[in-house]
């Protein structure tokens, strides 16, 4: 069983889906986290197409908020700006997910899936 | 291998998608974004094809779109810019927008007396150009509400005909569809035991909604046979009426008491519907007379299907063949001459049209020089700013950027002048229609938002055409050399070219205004200086309407009694009463005989039945013989042998005695009594101001029947200035003495006069009003513009001061340069008077459109009023200390 009590009440928390999923992204792509990566991640795992404005938007949204920070890395041919989660990012990650457990807390998944093939 | 395929690859990437990203995009992170799509787009074109990678590209741009925009408003909105950008060139393009607004309101805010200037002179010609919108628009741009309007006419003149003519030719008329007849018919309405109103409305011949297609909201129009001699009179009314009168439906089928005689209402006219005008509330029927030789009707016609109004040559020569038959015509009344149809928008407005097209083109011509002055304003402040441009330019801002910054410092002003335009419209267009010469349509004037629209529209291109000259200036600009010449100066300064062709366009452009409101002032005055006859000063006038019920014995009882009660009221020296006055058109005429003169028998002349004092309450001059006094005794209805005193005017002796001697001559005509001419009058303008002398006789009340159900009473007060005072007074004594009359109106007799002048005043007084607007304007531009030009001169001057030029000579130079600007405006603008004043052709009397006197006029104020405005910098620029102007330097 996940710890839910170790919530710490970011203000952020519950994140919106996207921005949910631009975090988690970001934290996937450790190091890698530049805006089209972290699209492809999300696009990805979720099997779903995505626009770039959505995500660009979502990523300036969620850096003027503090939940992400941004750096430019230059490199011989070119400049490019990295996401990094910020330590309220991760909070509001956190909170976010502990958050959705409990709510999940007590559906039983057996009969959810039986009832969706029904 | 890979270039080659890099090279097609980037080929086959489809375009427009990428600029619409492009475009989206920040700038700052504009490449690596579309470095990464075309990366990707290579990968989805190896994977799965060129033809789906194009689809996924394109759902990108378009997904993207409405993401992206928000951003770059949200970017600009809050100022976000990320860490990683800190040191990226420019941001997204509203981002910059939102700077330069800022910016903008900031140089705005430091400069109050430009911005109030631009501001205020911007948004008075807005206002009034909207304004005056408003009011044109129902007139001159909206559809009229009748169905296919461009199929109706009016025939020949309004008011011509009579309904023996009209009987006669009903039904047969070739060409056309159906025909009514129509004329004024104001009538009385009693409710109860209130005293009776006045309802403006018209007597018409059951076709006239026929004609013009146009259906009742609730009952129905009138029928074949509602004006057919026995018939019971119907009406219609109007929505608004139907309002007054409680609303209900159950109103049809009711009885009104409309002039002392029940009138059963039939239908009620929607929302909206006017005719002839929106003054008019309800339209009745009366029995027509095939034999009523008393007319004033005019005749409304709608063209059969497939006919054209303006393609009716033969149907109107079949016409005048036919009442030529029928009827003899005297010339100068023969209705088989200048036979011809006047669509029925031109019947209904067009008169008013010169007048709002006057003043509409004026507002618009005082919106150009608001738009010249603050364009020069701008361009003085681009100049200003060349240095600062200049260093701006050098640092990499391109011309592009700040060409934008200075259409957001327009469009700010833009939007505060709009603001205080839309403003000024809302609170100012009631009193421009209620000073435009358009009659009932002022009081209907009703304000809606297209004013505030076409305020903004109006907006929109007074900013496009301020920014147009500045920016040309900053697009042909050597920002960089601006640098090198600030070190070092140079001895002509800077040339100013649109600076001064600005000041040229304004002093034309109110050359234009100023001489058409001169040509106006001297119609005017032509028209002022005509005698009409009468003694203005100091005479009331007062309309009734007694009800068409009350017999004539009994009107003229109640007639005498008024004139005695007004006699009575402090402050009244005279009182005298007739059916018609003077200068209101032409009214009744009859026919006449004249003893030992046989070509009178064929002739008309007006005539009039006026009470004894009448003469002498409106200072009609008497020229021979006597004006009626007590030996003129009442003549019962049925006598037809006791001898009628008649008085004749100066025209009516010159016409029909043309000895000379007309005092005891007998004449006939109109009535069955003998008739004897016992006195003479000077002529008055008896129809128009500007007609000529025509020949009246007057008879008088109680000898002559008085018929017709209106009175006009003049009352001359022992001081001029009491006139209006007596009104109130007056109109107590109608109410308290003769309850069955309305009363109509009143005014005074100077009001008359001023009525009679015509619309030609109304319009002379606003284009005065706005001629010195424009004066005003083209003096704050000449200012502006000479004040620029002696500071960019500032060290040319002092070096020939030091040297020893007189200051006296640095002022006659500057003065001498704003002078012949002005002078090359004049000159223009005298060029485009010839041209436009044609638009007031029908407004001017006893002055052509080139009228050397009152371009003369125009031209002298102008170049006063420019010198003037010239030499205050001028004299600035004189008295200035050289030693101080090169050290500054």
């Not at chain 1, 938007?57 to 490019?80: F, H, I, N, P, Y």
């Not at chain 2, 039904?171 to 209130?194: E, W």
């Not at chain 2, 002398?693 to 159900?709: E, K, M, T």
Request: aromatic share 8%.
């Amino acid at each position: 069983m996940t710890d839910t009590s170790s919530i710490t009440d970011s203000p952020f928390a519950p994140l919106g889906v996207l921005e949910e999923q631009v975090v988690v992204a970001v934290l996937r792509t450790r190091g890698e986290a530049y805006g089209m990566q972290a699209r492809r991640e999300i696009e990805r795992v979720t099997g779903r197409e995505l626009s770039i404005g959505a995500v660009y938007a979502t990523l300036d949204r969620l850096e003027a908020k503090g939940l992400l920070t941004s750096s430019r890395v230059v490199d011989d041919s070119s400049s490019r700006r990295l996401f990094a989660v910020t330590p309220e990012g991760a909070r509001a990650l956190a909170d976010t997910r502990a958050m959705r457990e409990r709510l999940w807390h007590g559906v039983n998944v057996r009969e959810l899936l039986a009832l969706a093939r029904a | 291998m890979r270039a080659p395929e890099d090279t097609r690859l980037r080929r086959s990437l489809p375009r427009l998608p990428m600029a619409l990203l492009r475009l989206l995009l920040p700038r700052a992170e504009r490449g690596e974004v579309l470095a990464d799509i075309t990366a990707e787009y290579a990968e989805h074109a190896a994977r799965v094809g060129r033809a789906e990678a194009r689809r996924w590209l394109w759902r990108q741009a378009i997904h993207s779109a409405l993401p992206l925009l928000g951003w770059s408003w949200w970017r600009g909105w809050t100022g976000f810019e990320p860490r990683a950008n800190a040191y990226r060139p420019g941001g997204s393009m509203l981002r910059n927008l939102f700077a330069d607004a800022r910016y903008a309101a900031r140089r705005l805010r430091a400069r109050p007396v430009y911005t109030l200037v631009a501001v205020l002179t911007l948004g008075l010609g807005i206002g009034g150009t909207a304004a005056v919108y408003g009011i044109a628009r129902p007139l001159m741009f909206q559809p009229l509400p009748y169905a296919n309007a461009s199929d109706v006419a009016t025939f020949w003149m309004p008011g011509w005909w009579t309904e023996e003519e009209f009987l006669y030719l009903r039904g047969n008329f070739p060409g056309f569809r159906a025909v009514g007849a129509y004329r004024p018919g104001d009538v009385t309405l009693r409710q109860g035991d209130a005293p009776a109103r006045l309802i403006p409305g018209i007597t018409t011949s059951s076709e006239l909604f026929d004609v013009l297609g146009a259906h009742p909201f609730i009952g129905r129009g009138f029928q074949a046979g509602d004006d057919a001699q026995g018939a019971e009179p119907v009406a219609l009314i109007s929505y608004g009426l139907w309002q007054e009168l409680g609303g209900q439906p159950s109103i049809i089928g009711t009885r009104l008491m409309l002039d002392g005689a029940p009138q059963t209402v039939v239908g009620v006219m929607p929302r909206g519907f006017w005719f002839p005008d929106p003054a008019v509330r309800i339209w009745h029927t009366k029995p027509l007379d095939p034999q009523g030789r008393n007319g004033s009707y005019t005749l409304v016609g709608r063209v059969a299907p497939g006919g054209d109004i303006r393609n009716m040559g033969s149907q109107v020569q079949r016409l005048t063949e036919m009442i030529g038959e029928r009827f003899d015509y005297e010339i100068g009344a023969d209705k088989t001459q200048n036979a011809t149809l006047t669509p029925l928008r031109d019947a209904l407005v067009g008169s008013m049209r010169p007048a709002l097209v006057a003043t509409f083109v004026a507002m618009g011509l005082i919106l150009l020089i608001a738009c010249a002055n603050v364009a020069a304003l701008m361009l003085g402040q681009v100049e200003g700013r060349a240095s600062e441009l200049a260093v701006r330019s050098a640092l990499g801002a391109g011309r592009g950027r700040l060409m934008q910054q200075l259409v957001v410092e327009a469009v700010l002003v833009g939007i505060g002048a709009g603001l205080l335009g839309a403003g000024l419209a809302a609170a100012g267009y009631r009193v421009i229609a209620g000073a435009l010469p358009i009659g009932a349509w002022a009081e209907n004037a009703s304000f809606d938002w297209s004013i505030f629209a076409a305020a903004l529209v109006i907006a929109i291109v007074a900013v496009l055409l301020v920014v147009l000259v500045p920016a040309v200036s900053l697009w042909r600009g050597d920002l960089r050399g601006t640098l090198t010449r600030a070190r070092t100066g140079g001895i002509q300064g800077r040339g100013g070219r649109l600076e001064r062709g600005l000041v040229v366009a304004e002093v034309a452009l109110a050359m234009l205004i100023a001489s058409a409101a001169a040509l106006l002032v001297r119609s005017v005055t032509n028209l002022y200086a005509i005698d009409p006859g009468i003694t203005t000063q100091g005479v009331a006038v007062l309309d009734v309407v007694s009800s068409t019920g009350m017999g004539s014995a009994e009107r003229q009882q109640k007639v005498d009694e008024l004139v005695r009660s007004l006699e009575s009221l402090p402050g009244v020296r005279s009182v005298g009463a007739a059916m018609k006055i003077p200068l209101r058109g032409g009214g009744d005429s009859f026919g006449i005989t004249v003893e030992g003169n046989p070509d009178a028998a064929r002739t008309f002349t007006y005539f009039r039945i006026v009470t004894p004092n009448y003469f002498e309450t409106l200072g009609i001059k008497l020229r021979g013989g006597r004006a009626f006094d007590a030996s003129d005794k009442p003549i019962a209805d049925d006598d037809s042998t006791t001898e009628m005193s008649v008085v004749v005017n100066e025209a009516f002796v010159k016409k029909y005695f043309p000895d000379g001697n007309a005092i005891g001559r007998r004449m006939g005509g109109g009535f069955t009594s003998p008739q004897r001419v016992v006195g003479v009058v000077a002529n008055v303008a008896e129809a128009a101001l500007t007609d000529s002398a025509a020949p009246v006789r007057y008879y008088l009340a109680g000898q002559a029947p008085w018929f017709g159900n209106s009175a006009t009473f003049v009352v001359r007060t022992t001081r001029a200035s009491d006139a209006a005072e007596v009104l109130d007074a007056a109109r107590r004594t109608v109410q308290q003495v003769a309850p069955a009359f309305a009363v109509q109106g009143t005014t005074t007799m100077e009001r008359v006069l001023d009525t009679a002048v015509g619309p030609a005043r109304q319009v002379m007084s606003l284009l005065t009003l706005l001629s010195a607007l424009a004066l005003v304007l083209g003096a704050v531009g000449i200012y502006g513009v000479i004040s620029h030009f002696a500071a960019r001169r500032q060290r040319d001057w002092a070096i020939r001061v030091a040297l020893g030029l007189p200051g006296s000579r640095v002022v006659t130079h500057i003065v001498g340069q704003g002078a012949a600007l002005v002078a090359v405006g004049i000159a223009l603008g005298a060029l485009g008077t010839v041209v436009l004043a044609r638009l007031l052709t029908s407004l001017l009397f006893g002055v052509g459109t080139v009228d050397p006197l009152a371009f003369a006029a125009a031209s002298v104020a102008l170049f006063v009023i420019g010198v003037a405005a010239a030499s205050i910098p001028a004299r600035r620029a004189g008295t200035v200390d050289p030693a101080l102007v090169m050290r500054e330097q």
